[in-house]
């Protein structure tokens, strides 16, 4: 059974910075694209980043390129994002996924992932 665990999020000024973490579990960890999701209230769940099994090539929506980077350590079965530059539409709880085996890349769209953790909330004042 594979677990997911996002930490790190918390209430950040305007300009502010926050790492999110994500542990994961199983042994396959490094064979799985790993994506950052977030969903605002009253919106949508939106794609955020995405890291492939290596880590050797990233892909983020318009909206956070330049402020957030997407990372993992797979000896510790950890991914993280870096958010730079915050804003409140940053605000969001964010979701940590596990890309779906054989999906394409890059994935954006959640049908890509299979599984998920619980969320850790992002808010950002102004």
């Known amino acids: 059974q594979v677990q997911l665990v996002e930490s790190g999020g918390g209430l950040v000024q305007a300009g502010g910075s926050l790492r999110l973490s994500c542990a994961a579990s199983?042994?396959?960890?490094?064979?799985?694209?790993m994506g950052w999701f977030r969903q605002a209230p009253g919106k949508e769940r939106e794609f955020v980043a995405a890291?492939?099994?290596?880590?050797?090539?990233?892909y983020y929506v318009d909206s956070v390129k330049g402020r957030f980077t997407i990372s993992r350590d797979n000896a510790k079965n950890m991914v993280y994002l870096q958010m730079n530059s915050l804003t409140p539409e940053d605000t969001a709880v964010y979701y940590c996924?596990?890309?779906?085996?054989?999906?394409?890349?890059?994935?954006?769209?959640?049908?890509?992932?299979?599984?998920w953790g619980q969320g850790t909330q992002v808010t950002v004042s102004s």
């Open positions: 996924a596990r890309g779906r085996y054989g999906s394409s890349w890059p994935q954006a769209n959640d049908y890509g992932y299979d599984y």
């Open positions: 199983g042994r396959t960890f490094t064979s799985y694209a």
């Open positions: 890291i492939y099994w290596s880590g050797g090539a990233t």
